[in-house]
């Protein structure tokens, strides 16, 4: 069965950290561009981070950069989202997704994330609180 599975959520105290995994079944991740968005009640679904098939380039939103990390273990067919320094304001479900590009969009004043079109996983809960 193709389809990817999200893990590593959990409650956390602010100024935690996490780390979670998006692991693929039945094909490979490393030649696809893999995506990470996350959405809480009550707000729109953001593009946190992608990574591309192309040259294993990275991207962040301006909401996360220098907190959250991406990375490849093609190893283990799976991408990672390091997630350091977490807020209450972190909180939501957090999503993975495939796409043989990240689909970022220039504009005069940064890149924003759009939605991508292949596999997306189930989600896993981030809580932070103290």
């Known amino acids: 069965q193709v389809q990817v599975v999200e893990s590593g959520g959990g409650l956390v105290q602010p100024g935690g950290s996490l780390r979670l995994s998006c692991a693929g079944s039945?094909?490979?991740?490393?030649?696809?561009?893999i995506g990470w968005y996350r959405q809480a009640p009550g707000k729109e679904r953001e593009g946190v981070s992608c990574?591309?098939?192309?040259?294993?380039?990275?991207y962040y939103a301006d909401s996360v950069k220098g907190r959250f990390t991406i990375s490849r273990d093609n190893a283990k067919n799976s991408v990672y989202l390091q997630i350091d320094s977490l807020k209450p304001e972190d909180t939501a479900v957090y999503y993975c997704?495939?796409?043989?590009?990240?689909?970022?969009?220039?504009?005069?004043?940064?890149?924003?994330?759009?939605?991508?079109?292949?596999?997306w996983g189930q989600g896993t809960q981030v809580i932070v609180s103290s």
């Open positions: 997704a495939t796409d043989l590009i990240c689909p970022l969009t220039s504009t005069a004043a940064a890149q924003t994330m759009g939605i991508m079109t292949g596999y």
């Open positions: 039945g094909f490979t991740l490393a030649y696809l561009s």
């Open positions: 990574i591309s098939a192309k040259d294993d380039s990275t």
